[in-house]
């Protein structure tokens, strides 16, 4: 429920208008309805602050905290978050209506990569004064991009001419999340394939000393032998 807390229309201490109020205490435990002045006063004992958490209720829910504490908790949490939103940006990639199979090959995966990251992808054909009458070569080479790429995108923007210049824009199919978590199962599969080659080792491992010790028993016997003839 705190975390639905509005700071720019929440209600504290003595701006609490309610006759009675459901108080929470600063534990969390129910203490119970009673007038806000009541409330407060058991705030203050504290040194801390009575905030209306759930306005709407009937009676509205009040809660003992530390007001400024909370607010400065939700900021941090605010700022951490941002911090790992990923900003979308559009990559340009530029292709030659002349482009050879190398270099389609090479500007496919520069695609991939960016798709991959999360980026938006503009495939772009810039054509050149006579350039111009083969414009269908041009929309040729986006749709087979768009066809080789298609299991990691989505197509925003078909080819689409603009000028001398024919473009398509493209989007990951994958959210940032999805990705986020994609990765972390990979890592933890790699994890679990290596503890289990290890374990495979080890077990090898004493395979392998577990015929040596049986050949040095008889060996260790055979000199206990000895020493009782003498």
Do not use: W
């Amino acid at each position: 429920m705190e975390g639905r807390i509005d700071k720019r229309f929440i209600r504290t201490n003595d701006r609490i208008r309610a006759r009675e109020i459901r108080v929470i205490g600063d534990e969390g435990e129910q203490i119970g309805v009673m007038p806000p002045f009541e409330a407060l006063r058991l705030a203050r004992s504290k040194n801390l602050d009575l905030v209306e958490i759930s306005p709407t209720a009937q009676p509205p829910v009040c809660r003992i905290m530390d007001y400024g504490k909370y607010l400065y908790q939700q900021e941090k949490k605010e700022r951490e978050a941002k911090k790992h939103q990923k900003t979308i940006t559009v990559k340009e990639v530029k292709f030659r209506i002349n482009v050879d199979d190398h270099d389609y090959e090479t500007k496919k995966n520069h695609v991939l990569r960016f798709l991959d990251e999360g980026d938006k992808v503009k495939a772009t054909i810039f054509f050149r004064g006579r350039e111009m009458t083969r414009t269908g070569l041009g929309r040729t080479i986006l749709e087979r991009l768009i066809k080789d790429v298609e299991p990691q995108s989505i197509v925003e923007f078909r080819p689409r001419q603009e000028g001398n210049t024919l473009h398509a824009i493209l989007a990951p199919k994958k959210s940032a999340a999805e990705r986020e978590k994609e990765k972390e199962k990979e890592a933890k599969q790699k994890a679990k394939a290596e503890r289990q080659e290890k374990m495979l080792q080890e077990k090898m491992a004493q395979a392998k000393l577990a015929p040596e010790k049986k050949e040095e028993q008889p060996a260790a016997a055979e000199v206990s032998t000895s020493g009782s003839r003498a």
